[in-house]
């Protein structure tokens, strides 16, 4: 099936999954099946490839050290065999794992018991110096009741404000010149 448009015929190529069809003008080439998608087709799982372990790869991170192993392997049972032969391979070093780290993107902060804090609303582990929401992008949205409710308050005094009339403040003031003439009151703070 030719892409593009009368103008350009060459320009662009049919998404070809069974049920889109679409003409893309960037399309995407599976390098499982070697067939032409669209961006919401393009990924292995979006269009069933048969194919899709073709040139895969994955890395296992061993619990013990923290070694990250690269593997092609398929399932659960080839991992854990490649696990247990790099147990036994001597590699395996429980001295080299890798000490938690703060959640906060580009800190390095080692957590230790006196400087790590969890987030009440998100429940990441963070450093003090990121222990505030605002700090540590928090994901969660703070209780939006006390905000609503602010800002419900906010608008309330803005309505009495907005209804009083100059009157009322210049009456205000001529009495406060009056009261001012008078002896100063005292007042406890």
Excluded: W
């Excluded at 991170?61 to 854990?80: D, F, M, N, P, Y």
């Excluded at 395996?92 to 580009?106: E, N």
């Excluded at 390095?108 to 969890?118: A, Y």
């Amino acid at each position: 099936m030719s892409g593009g448009t009368e103008a350009f015929p060459d320009l662009g190529r049919h998404c070809q999954h069974k049920e889109c069809n679409q003409l893309d003008f960037l399309p995407f080439k599976c390098q499982g099946c070697q067939q032409v998608f669209c961006l919401e087709h393009r990924s292995y799982r979006a269009h069933a490839c048969p194919k899709s372990d073709h040139n895969s790869r994955k890395v296992v991170v061993c619990e013990i050290c923290s070694t990250s192993i690269e593997t092609t392997g398929h399932g659960e049972l080839a991992e854990k065999a490649l696990l247990e032969r790099h147990e036994k391979s001597g590699q395996c070093d429980p001295r080299k794992k890798k000490k938690p780290t703060c959640g906060v993107r580009r800190c390095k902060e080692i957590l230790t018991f006196s400087n790590t804090c969890v987030c009440k609303t998100c429940q990441m582990k963070v450093c003090l110096s990121h222990r505030f929401p605002a700090d540590h992008q928090c994901k969660k949205d703070l209780a939006p009741a006390p905000a609503a409710a602010a800002a419900n308050g906010v608008s309330r005094f803005l309505l009495a404000f907005a209804s009083r009339n100059a009157e009322d403040c210049a009456k205000n003031d001529n009495q406060r010149s009056s009261s001012s003439s008078r002896a100063p009151s005292i007042r406890s703070h």
